[in-house]
């Protein structure tokens, strides 16, 4: 099969930054196979050589597995490489799942006949058929990324050809993940971040560990979207003039309240549109300039598309993105470095640091 990603020649964007070069520093929401989504984003931004301005990124879960392959490629001095590295793994990942077409299209179908299953609409999977494979334990295997961790290491590590290159590398990467611990004889989750020096293809894993956990040297790690997604921190603190947050979760309409992640922390709940209340934390105490890709999303569509990693999904998040990224370049591009083109609503003033650490009873 042909690379199932269209490129385009790459055309430098000559207004962006025209009070001095920006320091961008990105930020990559995790959301399952909806990453393939900030894929095609990342693919715009590199069309326009925006990827050379990047000094800073993070990501959780998908977005960590976009995010060590873009550090990879801007740590090595070539940006315009972080496109193709990228889209490479995701079309890895539509390959891997045709076999798993057949199977979806086969449990819409039986959903319309049989009395006991709801129906469910591309690109939703039927409720009960994924609940039957979690309780069997074939959840991992049918849903690929983000479920089994040798799948996601052995993908990472094709994407990535050197991880020395991204620990001892000047472009600031970190990747969120969720530790399980015990506090006072209960179960808890605490934010974990790798930085540099300790991402490979486990902090990756551990990052994107939707079902179970994954371990490091015996410490156990679930999804990174339970405590950050994606972390803010370092955007947040660090010498940057503009954060750029690729995001997968709708933007909210209504006014915001200004709060961190760690206070939206709940058990076995990902942080998603919660996520943009932090957005507005960092809008109204920090002066750096404040951008917004978000995905667009159909109001038929549920968690389950998520799930989802049919090749005609993959490739549709894809482009999807492709076209955000361009149609926010052709509007915003020339505000780098200069001003936000995030402003959201806030409903209330505060004060609040983010470099608290979080940990929420499991």
């Known amino acids: 099969m ?13 207004q962006c930054g025209s009070m001095g070069t920006p320091r961008i520093f990105l930020a990559l ?31 959780t879960s998908a977005g960590a597995f976009n995010a060590a392959p873009l550090s990879y490629a801007l740590n090595i001095g070539r940006p315009e490489l972080a496109p193709q590295l990228i889209n490479n793994a995701w079309d ?3 390959k891997d799942s045709r076999s798993l077409s057949l199977m979806h299209s086969f449990a819409r179908a039986s959903a319309h006949i049989n009395p006991f299953l709801s129906p469910a609409r591309y690109p ?38 050197d991880w020395d290159v991204i620990k001892n590398g000047p472009i600031r990467t970190v990747i969120a993940a969720t530790e399980m611990g015990r506090e006072n004889n209960m179960p808890v989750m605490r934010e974990k971040l790798f930085y540099n020096t300790e991402i490979d293809a486990r902090a990756i894993a551990a990052s994107a560990a939707l079902i179970g956990t994954h371990r490091i040297n015996g410490i156990k790690y679930k999804d990174g979207g339970y405590t950050n997604n994606p972390p803010l921190q370092d955007a947040a603190q660090g010498d940057y ?14 006014p915001l309240t200004p709060q961190t992640q760690a206070e939206h922390h709940r058990a076995h709940k990902f942080l998603h549109a919660e996520v943009y209340s932090e957005l507005a934390l960092i809008r109204q105490t ?15 569509w549920d968690e389950t598309s998520k799930m989802n990693s049919e090749e005609k999904w993959i490739n549709d998040l894809h482009n999807r993105g492709l076209e955000a990224g361009r149609r926010w370049i052709r509007q915003h591009a020339h505000n780098l470095g200069i001003a936000s083109t995030y402003n959201p609503v806030i409903d209330s003033v505060r004060d609040c640091h983010l470099d608290k650490p979080a940990h929420i009873v499991a």
């Not at 042909?2 to 000559?14: E, K, L």
């Open 2 to 14: 042909h690379n199932i990603f269209t490129r385009s020649a790459t055309n430098d964007y000559p």
């Open 29 to 59: 929401q995790g959301g399952g196979s909806h990453g393939a989504f900030t894929a095609g984003v990342l693919q715009a931004l590199g069309e326009h050589n925006l990827l050379k301005h990047v000094t800073g990124i993070s990501g």
């Open 92 to 94: 890895r990942v539509a």
């Open 124 to 161: 939703n999977l039927p409720r009960q058929y994924v609940d039957q494979l979690k309780d069997s334990g074939h959840l991992a295997s049918a849903l690929r990324l983000g479920s089994q961790s040798g799948d996601i290491k052995k993908r990472i590590n094709a994407a990535v050809p």
């Open 241 to 254: 003039t503009d954060i750029l947050a690729i995001m997968l979760s709708k933007m909210p309409t209504a």
């Open 286 to 300: 920090n002066h750096k300039n404040l951008h917004v890709i978000a995905m667009e999303h159909e109001d038929h």
